[in-house]
Structures are given as C-alpha cells and as structure tokens.
C-alpha cells in the first residue's frame, strides 16, 4: 500500500504540489485543474511562519508538516 508524501518529509529546496483532493473543480479541490508549484523554505515552526513560496508568483505560503504533497522535482 503506498503511503503519500507529506510537507514535513521534503527537504528545504524541494519543489512540490498539493497532494490532489475531491472537491468542486472551481478552486475548492478537484482533479481538473493545474496544481500551483511550490518550493519549501523551510520547516514549520508556529502557526504563523510561511515556509513556502508559489513559484509563479514568489507568494509566501504557510503548509502544515502532516500536508500531503507530491514531490516534483
């Protein structure tokens, strides 16, 4: 049984998606549209420290180390 990746696992550097989940297809989850690319900063370490960035448009984001992801380096 495969076991998905999660955010805590990727090293600082790696590139990355949000692991795909059910939703509406219109912003909400979905298989249907592009996943945005992030790379990680760094480790999480409060609630309220970004440790990733939106590589099309360098927004700083804030992932959760049990977030499921896919590394696509």
Same mark, same amino acid.
């Given at each position: 049984?495969?076991?998905? %990746?999660?955010?805590?696992? %990727?090293?600082?550097?790696?590139?990355?998606?949000?692991?795909?989940?059910?939703?509406?297809?219109?912003?909400?989850?979905?298989?249907? =549209?592009?996943?945005?690319?992030?790379? =990680?900063?760094?480790?999480?370490?409060?609630? =309220?420290?970004?440790?990733?960035?939106?590589?099309?448009?360098?927004?700083?984001? %804030?992932?959760?180390?049990?977030?499921?992801?896919?590394?696509?380096?």
């Amino acid at each position: 049984m495969s076991i998905p %990746l999660t955010f805590g696992e %990727l090293h600082e550097g790696a590139t990355f998606i949000s692991f795909p989940t059910d939703g509406d297809d219109s912003g909400h989850g979905g298989f249907r =549209k592009s996943q945005y690319v992030f790379t =990680k900063l760094r480790q999480s370490v409060g609630s =309220k420290d970004e440790n990733a960035m939106r590589n099309c448009d360098g927004t700083l984001s %804030l992932f959760p180390s049990s977030m499921q992801v896919i590394n696509v380096e």
